[in-house]
């Protein structure tokens, strides 16, 4: 009790006052803000191309909002000899604790009761709607596609998603080395000046557009593809005649033969296009001597791994390119075969001189194309992953027994023109999986035709050349 | 000296005063049965030194409480019937020519009933008002002028008027200007039937019984001296200031209804009267301050007659009273703008 408790009271409902007072202001500016916040980003979305995640960075206006509500709130804020003046009628001191603060009061101070600081409650449940509301308000106008965001006039054609695979499409040519820097950064501006200028009204001059730089990049991508594809091909062409090269040079059975295949690997490699491709690949070392058609066996391995690694990127390319839906079902296909080493190809390529075909039937004897089916019995097969056993085993399963067995105690009784009597009740025999079946003894039941029965007499009554008869 | 002026009044101080003003209150309710809260207001209203409307139907005791609380403050105590042919001679005194000697006239001044301590003005809406506007100078200025000699009246001096509200015909409205002289308007009630049934059981004629104490006047100068230092608070004395300002329909802090319902608001002698009469609740309450609650104890009576009603009030039968009761309700006594849907409650 007393002028001191009274004084601490006051101080703890001034501060819950102020705090209550500046949450409540502040839910109402944020409201506020919110709804203008939702119309503002209506607006952009309807007038510009603004992106979300940009418009989204207005929420960090809440904290200027706050500093707005403790900036006004600061002003009202109550007053401390007002605060007392509010616990004084509350308690009903008679004006003897705002006294306090003017007068000397001290003897009163035991008449003072025991001051309990009042709750404050804020009614909060309209303000909180309405914060709910415009909170509500705002995730709409995010959300909201933007065809409605348009008036029906004028509204935008939705081409996003089509321009960002376009997008996509060109970063990855430019990524593949297929579209140069500037033309692929051309290329961009125009699909964002495309989709700036989408109008619903005239939705045919758009996408007009749009198909023809399509049509533009699947063109680029097939001309790079069967560049790609030829690159292949002839780097399956040069690790082949390196692998055979390197056998000859293993075995030093045929100096000339492996010449030929020197030389010819040489020709293969000076080809520009797989010059330019493999002087980044190839030391520089080992090109010249290759080109110069005196590598030696390790040389001719090395060349051959990174040959191999060669195409194995470039069909990763071609991959890419099958996968952005940037060529077509044919170099689909194509890529599925490149880099298979085809004989034919390469006896086709080796054809000129005697020493180009003993060197095309030398590779056509050290390679096979695997398989059952193509290329000769005596070609070497070619295994490459072995297949898995998994899920591929066959379920064990006891079958019953056989009629042979019941047939290992018969005697012949004789032999019949006619069909053979059955007696009434017996039951044809049946074992074996036929008893399962449809099949009931077929021995009994098949009949044999009149014009059959003569043949079937003479194979009974034949003597065997061989010195075997029928048992009669 | 100064560290004097700065303290409040002390327990000691005060409960002598104190005592004296619950002793004269516990006669008045011994005297007059059942009307313990008309006699505290009207005690208070004689020791804010001002003078007292009552107002209420015949018979209901309106003399036998002026008479009471003369006899128990031992003050003299007159009574005029208001009438229409009542002139201000009547009330004031007049000059009355007398043989002063041997061949020697002169004239000489005849006090009216107006010299005294207590003066009842029964009926005093009954008076033309020539004889009203002679009450004016008298209840403000506590002192009569005639023929250019102003004398003043006893001290202590208080009227305690009374008007019927149901005979108005052949009565003159009191107007503003004295109806702002008095101090409170109190309504005198009907008593109930308890009250009604102990006074013609206990008391033949009705007669109330003689004040068993009576106060005497060095014990009555003590209280005054006492009410005059009780202390108002600045934040209690902002209140009174922004309740009065708060009838006028142009106030700032003008309610709706104040807004709609009254013509003209409370004088600033109606501040000052609130202000007065607060502390005198305060010192029958046994504080040396007047607090809120005194203010809005005495708000009532102080505004109910000070605030003119225009005629859209009386269409809605609105009355005075229920306006000020209404602005009581509205307005925040600590001045703290706590907004509509916050609400403080008492833990």
């Known amino acids: ?472 | 000296m100064s560290e004097k002026q700065d303290a409040i009044l002390t327990p000691d101080e005060l409960k002598p005063a104190t005592d004296l003003m619950n002793r004269a209150l516990e006669q008045l309710d011994r005297m007059l049965l059942g009307r313990t809260e008309l006699h505290r207001m009207v005690l208070a209203g004689i020791l804010s030194k001002g003078h007292i409307l009552l107002e209420g139907l015949p018979g209901l005791g309106k003399t036998a409480l002026v008479r009471a609380i003369g006899q128990i403050l031992q003050l003299e105590f007159k009574r005029i019937q208001f009438t229409p042919d009542l002139m201000p001679a009547d009330i004031l005194g007049t000059h009355i020519l007398q043989e002063t000697g041997p061949g020697k006239r002169e004239m000489v001044f005849e006090p009216g009933p107006v010299f005294t301590n207590i003066l009842l003005a029964d009926e005093i809406n009954r008076a033309s008002p020539k004889t009203q506007s002679a009450m004016l100078e008298t209840m403000q200025e506590r002192s009569v002028t005639l023929l250019g000699t102003t004398r003043s009246l006893p001290d202590p001096f208080f009227v305690l008027a009374s008007q019927n509200p149901i005979e108005l015909e052949g009565t003159y409205p009191l107007p503003e200007a004295q109806l702002d002289r008095f101090l409170f308007r109190l309504i005198v009630q009907n008593v109930s039937v308890e009250v009604l049934d102990e006074i013609i059981s206990t008391r033949r004629q009705g007669e109330p019984p003689a004040a068993s104490w009576q106060m005497s006047s060095e014990q009555l100068a003590t209280v005054f001296a006492v009410a005059a230092q009780i202390y108002l608070p600045h934040p209690v004395s902002r209140y009174v200031a922004r309740l009065v300002a708060a009838t006028h329909p142009v106030g700032t802090e003008a309610t709706d209804q104040i807004r709609e319902y009254v013509s003209y608001g409370a004088s600033p002698r109606a501040a000052i009267a609130i202000a007065e009469s607060a502390r005198a609740c305060a010192l029958m309450a046994g504080r040396p301050t007047a607090g809120f609650e005194d203010v809005k104890q005495v708000a009532g009576p102080v505004l109910n007659h000070r605030i003119i009603l225009n005629y859209r009030a009386r269409l809605d039968k609105a009355t005075p009273s229920q306006v000020v009761a209404a602005l009581l309700d509205t307005l925040p006594e600590a001045g703290v703008d706590v907004p509509d849907d916050v609400e403080l409650r008492e833990a």
């Open chain 1, 1 to 472: 009790m007393g002028y001191a408790e009274g004084e601490q009271a006051a101080t703890t409902l001034r501060r819950a006052l102020g705090m209550v007072r500046l949450t409540r202001r502040f839910t109402m500016l944020a409201t506020l803000y919110l709804f203008v916040y939702g119309v503002v980003v209506l607006l952009f979305r309807a007038l510009t191309r603004c992106p979300r995640n940009l418009l989204a960075f207005g929420f960090l206006a809440l904290f200027p909002v706050a500093a707005v509500a403790l900036a006004l709130e600061r002003r009202k804020f109550p007053a401390r000899t007002a605060v007392k003046a509010l616990l004084d009628s509350m308690h009903r001191c008679g004006g003897l604790l705002v006294a306090g603060d003017e007068r000397d009061a001290g003897a009163w101070d035991a008449r003072l009761p025991e001051f309990r600081v009042p709750t404050v409650h804020w009614h909060a449940r309209r303000h909180v709607l309405a914060l709910t509301a415009s909170a509500i308000f705002v995730v709409f106008a995010f959300s909201i596609p933007r065809r409605y965001t348009r008036p029906q006039s004028s509204y935008t054609l939705e081409v996003d998603h089509l321009v960002e695979e376009l997008t996509e499409q060109v970063d990855l040519l430019e990524e593949e080395a297929v579209l140069e820097d500037t033309r692929a950064r051309a290329l961009r501006d125009e699909l964002d000046r495309l989709a700036e200028e989408a109008r619903g009204d005239d939705p045919a001059r758009t996408l007009e557009a749009l198909d023809h730089i399509q049509a533009v990049m699947n063109e680029r991508a097939s001309e790079a593809a069967e560049a790609a594809l030829a690159q292949v091909e002839e780097m399956t062409k040069a690790q082949a005649l390196a692998d055979a090269s390197a056998t000859l040079a293993a075995t030093g059975r045929d100096p000339a033969l492996m010449a030929a295949a020197m030389k010819a690997l040489a020709g293969l490699l000076k080809d520009q296009e797989l010059e330019r491709m493999l002087a980044g690949a190839l030391p520089e070392g080992l090109l010249g001597a290759a080109q110069a058609g005196a590598l030696t066996p390790e040389q001719l391995k090395a060349l051959s791994e990174l040959l191999k690694q060669c195409k194995g990127e470039c069909r990763g390319c071609l991959g890419r390119l099958c996968k952005a839906r940037l060529i077509d079902a044919k170099f689909l296909k194509l890529c599925k075969n490149a880099g298979r080493y085809d004989p034919d190809a390469l006896a086709a390529f080796l054809a000129d001189g005697q020493a180009g075909k003993e060197l095309a039937v030398l590779l056509r004897a050290c390679c096979g194309k695997g398989g059952v089916d193509r290329g000769r019995g005596d070609a070497p097969m070619t295994w490459t992953e072995g297949s898995s056993e998994q899920g591929a085993a066959f379920k064990e399963q006891v079958l019953p027994p056989g009629p042979v067995s019941g047939l290992n105690n018969t005697k012949l009784v004789g032999i019949s023109a006619a069909v053979p009597k059955v007696s009434a009740g017996a039951t044809p025999v049946r074992s074996g999986v036929l008893a399962t079946g449809e099949g009931p003894g077929a021995a009994h039941t098949r009949t044999v035709l009149p014009r059959h029965r003569a043949a079937v007499r003479r194979y009974f009554e034949r003597t065997d050349k061989e010195g075997t008869r029928s048992d009669e």
